[in-house]
């Protein structure tokens, strides 16, 4: 798995964990420490890993991650402020807690927080929009990735999507937004045969 990409998968699924569960159940625990683990292993292989989502790509570096072209945690997390993510050596667990808990928290549909202005800014992580001399940097990057091989079908996201609509109905907590990165993550975990995909896939009881 390449290491740069096996960390946002991580990442959504602990954040998809988050937005099915709530962020103090076991299940979002054990994709937290999936996804740390997965930042320490990235970090070995750069130093100061930067990621930047623009009009639903997701850009490492100056390079963009074909692979992820349909990952939705990209738009997500951009209209939610989150336009850029930036890590550095010497996180450590907490710190990564922290920054988790202010993913979700942007995230969530009834936070007061203004949608698209929050940012994060802890001693080895920094999350927040981009300039626009940036955007316009990125959006000219030359593209020379090859295409991705196609996945198999994937039926697994029909389960997320029950769920999630018991939960706008029930509890109207669940955006449409979220909805579609929750089920795209669980695609795309799928298709690179992330492990322990059984957290995420929520078990109805008649």
């Known amino acids: 798995m390449i290491p740069e990409i096996d960390f946002l998968i991580s990442l959504g699924q602990a954040l998809s964990a988050a ?4 962020d103090r159940h076991p299940a979002f625990r054990s994709a937290a420490d999936e996804a740390f683990r997965s930042l320490l292993v990235l970090l070995e292989a750069f130093p100061a890993p930067r990621y930047s989502f623009l009009e639903g790509e ?3 570096a100056n390079r963009r ?4 072209g349909e990952w939705h945690w990209a738009r997500t997390l951009a209209d939610a402020g989150a336009q850029r993510i930036e890590v550095a050596r010497g996180v450590d667990r907490e710190e990564f807690d922290r920054l988790l808990a202010s993913l979700v928290e942007m995230l969530d549909p009834t936070s007061t927080a203004a949608e698209g202005s929050a940012r994060i800014d802890l001693p080895h992580v920094r999350v927040g929009t981009l300039a626009v001399g940036e955007r316009k940097r990125l959006t000219e990057l030359e593209d ?8 198999p079908e994937l039926e697994e996201e029909t389960q997320a999507i029950d769920h999630l609509l018991d939960q706008a109905e029930n509890r109207g907590l669940i955006s449409l937004a979220v909805a579609r990165a929750v089920v795209q993550s669980l695609s795309i975990a799928l298709q690179y045969g992330r492990p322990r995909l059984e957290l995420l896939v929520p078990v109805r009881q008649n």
């Open 58 to 60: 997701v850009i490492f």
């Open 65 to 68: 991650l074909r692979e992820l």
């Open 144 to 151: 020379g990735a090859e295409e991705p091989a196609e996945g």
């Open 19 to 22: 937005a099915l569960y709530g």
